[in-house]
């Protein structure tokens, strides 16, 4: 089956921690996106990237990081730094840039 | 900066009733397009997509939406819908050389 996963499912963190979530394609898409969604603010771009070993920031990078060293993976680190890190994350996936987007089912990360 | 902007956060319909949900964006070059729906305990999937040619384009499930380019419109219709309609809708626009961003997203609600 194509498509997106992103695991896990459910994170808890402590404060302080470092976490990194997965994402995974095998659609052999060139650009994959990570979204952060928040009830009423809709979905905030965090990090893109259009090509492998490439990434741009979104419009709320600050305390996230991310890696594209292979074309069916994005990583997302969510540091210490990220102040409000409690949320839904969304991973996404184009054939490329400004193609439809698809999306895997989540990570909803709690921090404790 | 490049924005999009849902009218309507929450919408309650009865069944049978007509759905009009309003979206606009502010940015001055090319853009894609794309209405995306969240299904209660689903993941976000694609409803329709405007790329180029004919303004109304026809989606999933009877849904359909107009593109108003003197507008920056592109507002999401349905003559009548049913209580499986209920779900979260999110406008998105992505410009070639940009990158995609989502609205506020509409909850809607319809009652049986």
Known sequence: DGGITQSPKYLFRKEGQNVTLSCEQNLNHDAMYWYRQDPGQGLRLIYYSQIVNDFQKGDIAEGYSVSREKKESFPLTVTSAQKNPTAFYLCASSRRTADEAFFGQGTRLTVV | ?112
């Not at chain 2, 384009?57 to 209920?86: C, M, Y």
């Not at chain 2, 992505?94 to 009652?111: D, E, N």
């Open chain 2, 1 to 112: 900066a490049q924005s999009v902007s849902q009218h309507n956060h929450h919408v309650i319909l009865s069944e049978a009733a007509s759905l009009e949900l309003g979206c606009n964006y502010s940015y001055g070059g090319t853009v894609n397009l794309f209405w995306y729906v969240q299904y209660p305990g689903q993941h976000l999937q694609l409803l329709l997509k405007y790329f180029s040619g004919d303004p109304l384009v026809k989606g999933i499930k009877g849904f359909e939406a107009e593109f108003i380019k003197s507008k920056f419109s592109f507002n999401l219709r349905k003559p009548s819908v049913q209580w499986s309609d209920t779900a979260e809708y999110f406008c998105a626009v992505h410009p070639l050389l940009g990158k995609l961003i989502f609205g506020q997203g509409t909850t809607l609600q319809v009652k049986p």
